[in-house]
C-alpha cells in the first residue's frame, strides 16, 4: 500500500503539460440546462477489487507521471455517471432543445453539439478507441441503438443509428489548419474519458490545493495509484476529486468527484475493461449506411443559429474555474471576468443584450420550460438588485434581473456576495 504522501500545490508543475494554465472561457447559460452542461467534465464509482501494494510514490511524481505518459494508443468500455441532482426532465426535453443547440426545428440528432450533452446526466457506457492524435473513437452505447463518433486525420463522421442521421465535418471544421488543436472528436471542453477529466481537473491545481496519494486500487484489472486533490478554500462545493492512475503507464483510468453536500459522487468516469494494443484500423472508418441522412457541418452551426443562440451552456467548468486564479476586475474573455481565485473562483458573465431569464409574463418562455425553471430557481435579493439562483450538486449560478450571470463551484451565498461586491 502506498503512503499518503502529499505536497501542497504551488505551481510546481508549470513545466508539465498538466501544469500549463489557459485563460477561462465561458459561454453564457441562459436556461438551467446549461448549468448541467457545465459539469459534463465530471460524474458515481466504479467498483475496483484489490489494492495493489506497489512502490512508494509522492503526489509531485504521480502528476508528473500523468503529465509525461505517451500513451495514445488504447481501446476499452469507459462507464460514466453523473448525478448533480436535478429534477428529471421528463418531457420538457423539447422545451430546452432550442437553448442548447439542439434539434427542435429539424436539426441532426447526430450533430456532436447536441448528443454530447446528454454525458452531463444519468449512465452511460461508452466504447472508445484512440490511435495517436488524429484518430480517435467514441461510441454511446443505448438500447437497442449506438451513437458514434468518428476521428480520422481532417475528416469527422457522426451517426446516429437510432434515426439514420450522419454528421460530417471536414478541414478546419475538423479541428484541422486554421491553428486549430487538432485531435478533438468531441466539442472542445466536452471529455469523454478519464484522462480529459483528470487534466482539467490539474489545471486547477495552485497554492488553493492540497493534492496527495491516498493508497492504491485495482481498476479495470490494472493496478493504480490514488491521486487525491482537495481544495484548501471553505466555499467550494467540492469536496474532493480522486484520479485513479495507471502504475506502469501514467493514464488515469478512473475519475471521481465527491460534493461537499455529501452522498453518492456527482460524477464518476472509468474504464471497466482497457487494452493499450492498437486498435483496428476498421474503428477509424465510416461510410453512411444507405438511406442515412447527412448533415454537414456548416448545415448543422445554421441550424443551431436558427434554433437558438449557438452552444448555450457550453462552458467548461473545470477549466475555467481558478485555472487563472485572477483578481476580481482582471478582465476575462469577452464579456466574462474571474471574481476570487482558486476553488472559489466565479466567473461573472454579461448575457447578450443585456436580459435576464425569459419569464412567462413577458411570453419568451414555454409554459413547461417556465415551471421547470421555476421548480429549481431561489429568488434573492441584494445591492446588486434582484435575480434567480439555480442550483446543482455542483455547479450554481446567480442570474441578476439586468442580464449578468455569477456562476462557479460555489455556494449560494458566495454568488450572492459577489453580486453585491461588483455592484
Same mark, same amino acid.
Given at each position: 500500500?502506498?503512503? @499518503?504522501? /502529499? ?6 508543475? &508549470?513545466?508539465? =503539460?498538466?501544469?500549463?494554465?489557459? =485563460? ?6 441562459? =436556461? %438551467?440546462?446549461?448549468?448541467? =452542461? ?21 503526489? +509531485? ?41 439542439? /434539434? !427542435?426545428?429539424?436539426? /441532426?440528432?447526430?450533430?456532436? +453539439? ?27 452505447? *443505448? ?8 476521428? @480520422?486525420?481532417? +475528416? ?8 439514420? +442521421? ?21 466539442? *472542445? ?23 496527495? %496519494?491516498?493508497?492504491?486500487? &485495482? ?45 453518492? #459522487? %456527482? ?15 476498421? /474503428? ?9 441522412? %447527412? ?26 474555474? !481558478? ?20 476553488? @472559489? #473562483? ?30 429549481? !430557481? ?14 446543482? &450538486? ?30
Amino acid at each position: 500500500m502506498a503512503p @499518503n504522501d /502529499s505536497v501542497e500545490s504551488n505551481g510546481g508543475t &508549470r513545466g508539465t =503539460a498538466v501544469g500549463r494554465r489557459k =485563460a477561462a472561457r465561458y459561454i453564457v447559460p441562459v =436556461a %438551467v440546462a446549461g448549468v448541467a =452542461a457545465a459539469t459534463i467534465g465530471l460524474v458515481p464509482a466504479l467498483a475496483s477489487t484489490g489494492d495493489p501494494d506497489l512502490p512508494k510514490i509522492t503526489a +509531485q511524481q504521480l502528476i508528473e507521471k500523468i503529465a509525461a505518459s505517451d500513451t495514445q494508443r488504447l481501446s476499452g468500455t469507459v462507464k460514466i455517471s453523473t448525478d448533480l441532482g436535478l429534477p428529471s426532465l421528463g418531457g420538457l426535453a423539447g422545451s430546452f432543445a432550442q437553448g442548447v443547440g439542439g /434539434s !427542435g426545428k429539424g436539426g /441532426s440528432t447526430a450533430d456532436p +453539439q447536441t448528443k454530447m450533452t446528454e454525458l452531463a446526466s444519468g449512465t452511460h457506457t461508452l466504447r472508445i478507441a484512440a490511435d495517436g492524435p488524429d484518430k480517435q473513437r467514441v461510441s454511446i452505447l *443505448e438500447n437497442a441503438a449506438e451513437y458514434s463518433l468518428i476521428h @480520422n486525420g481532417d +475528416q469527422v463522421w457522426a451517426y446516429d443509428s437510432r434515426t439514420n +442521421q450522419a454528421y460530417h465535418a471536414a478541414g478546419d471544421r475538423a479541428g484541422q489548419g486554421s491553428g486549430k488543436k487538432s485531435g478533438h472528436a468531441a466539442p *472542445e471542453g466536452v471529455p469523454a474519458t478519464p484522462k480529459a477529466f483528470a487534466e482539467q481537473a490539474l489545471k486547477a491545481a495552485g497554492p488553493t490545493t492540497s493534492v496527495t %496519494v491516498d493508497g492504491t486500487a &485495482r481498476v479495470a484489472g490494472r493496478d493504480a495509484y490514488k491521486l487525491v486533490v482537495k481544495p484548501r478554500q471553505g466555499g467550494s462545493t467540492i469536496k474532493s476529486v480522486t484520479i485513479a492512475v495507471d502504475a506502469e503507464n501514467g493514464v488515469p483510468l478512473k475519475f471521481t468527484l465527491l460534493p461537499n453536500s455529501g452522498g453518492k #459522487a %456527482v460524477v464518476d468516469a472509468g474504464f471497466t475493461k482497457v487494452d493499450f494494443a492498437k486498435p483496428a484500423a476498421s /474503428s477509424f472508418t465510416f461510410t453512411p449506411p444507405k438511406g442515412a441522412e %447527412v448533415t454537414e457541418a456548416d448545415e448543422a452551426k445554421a441550424q443551431r443559429k436558427a434554433d437558438g443562440p449557438e452552444g448555450l451552456g457550453m462552458f467548461p467548468g473545470a477549466e475555467g474555474l !481558478g485555472a487563472e486564479g485572477r483578481g476580481a476586475g482582471d478582465a476575462g474573455v469577452g464579456d466574462a471576468k474571474v471574481i476570487g481565485e482558486g476553488w @472559489n #473562483a466565479i466567473a461573472e458573465i454579461r448575457t447578450p443584450g443585456g436580459t435576464g431569464l425569459p419569464s412567462k409574463a413577458s411570453g419568451d418562455a414555454p409554459g413547461e420550460a417556465q415551471q421547470f425553471l421555476d421548480s429549481l !430557481g431561489d429568488k434573492v435579493s441584494g445591492s446588486f438588485g434582484s435575480g434567480t439562483v439555480f442550483k446543482t &450538486r455542483l455547479v450554481n449560478a446567480l442570474m441578476t434581473d439586468d442580464g449578468r450571470v455569477y456562476v462557479g463551484a460555489v455556494t449560494p451565498d458566495a454568488l450572492v456576495k459577489a453580486a453585491n461586491a461588483a455592484s
